[in-house]
T-cell receptor
Framework: SQKIEQNSEALNIQEGKTATLTCNYT??????LQWYRQDPGRGPVFLLL?????KEKRKERLKVTFDTTLKQSLFHITASQPADSATYLC????????????FGTGTRLLVSP | NAGVMQNPRHLVRRRGQEARLRCSPM?????VYWYRQLPEEGLKFMVY????????ESGMPKERFSAEFPKEGPSILRIQQVVRGDSAAYFC??????????????FGPGTRLTVL
């Protein structure tokens, strides 16, 4: 069956450290993968998109990798800050051509001062 | 440029009533997606619409649920005869006209439906 999985346990790290979140998928061949941030009571906010032919993408303190052999994406936040505390969602397009997204359940990140 | 707008933000209905959720996409966006988020679960795709057309409704229950995106006005997600299991947050997202490249989706703040 098709699955997209993120670690359901919250990730607790100290301010200044690098947070690494994992997204694994099974039985999909996505053309791209996206990462979103969601704060409590709000809608997801787009962060980064990485295509299947890209190994790595960066944006300020954010870095995403995409390994189509391992069927995995890693999301890194360097020099983390308490304001980075949120739930991070990975999402992929199952190649239907319609750009509908399949989301993971998200990983909650808690950055303590 | 206002973002995606959804209303109401909170909606309470009794079992058997109808729920009507509205979504105004960002200006210039012609693609609208509806997702549902149950507590402790991920966002689940429901339906994808363009103006006056339902493109993909594969995630929407066959009964009681319908969606439209008229030529004028917001997109509407309608749930008839609501049941307790319909209680969830419903998010609308929009994206610009596809030019063959992949687009991020812009999400609204969601409508939280509670069925008593």
């Amino acid at each position: 069956s098709q699955k997209i999985e993120q670690n359901s346990e919250a990730l607790n790290i100290q301010e200044g450290k690098t947070a690494t979140l994992t997204c694994n998928y099974t039985n999909y061949s996505p053309a791209y993968l996206q990462w979103y941030r969601q704060d409590p009571g709000r809608g997801p906010v787009f962060l980064l998109l990485i295509r299947e032919n890209e190994k790595e993408k960066r944006k300020e303190r954010l870095k995403v990798t995409f390994d189509t052999t391992l069927k995995q994406s890693l999301f890194h936040i360097t020099a983390s800050q308490p304001a980075d505390s949120a739930t991070y969602l990975c999402a992929l397009d199952p190649n239907t051509g319609f750009q509908k997204l399949v989301f993971g359940t998200g990983t909650r990140l808690l950055v303590s001062p | 440029n206002a973002g995606v707008m959804q209303n109401p933000r909170h909606l309470v209905r009794r079992r058997g009533q109808e729920a009507r959720l509205r979504c105004s996409p960002m200006k210039g966006h012609s693609h609208v997606y509806w997702y549902r988020q149950l507590p402790e679960e991920g966002l689940k795709f429901m339906v994808y619409l363009q103006k006056e057309n339902i493109i993909d409704e594969s995630g929407m229950p066959k009964e009681r649920f319908s969606a439209e995106f008229p030529k004028e006005g917001p997109s509407i997600l309608r749930i008839q005869q609501v049941v307790r299991g319909d209680s969830a947050a419903y998010f609308c997202a929009s994206s610009p006209l596809s030019s063959g490249s992949y687009n991020e989706q812009f999400f609204g703040p969601g409508t939280r439906l509670t069925v008593l």
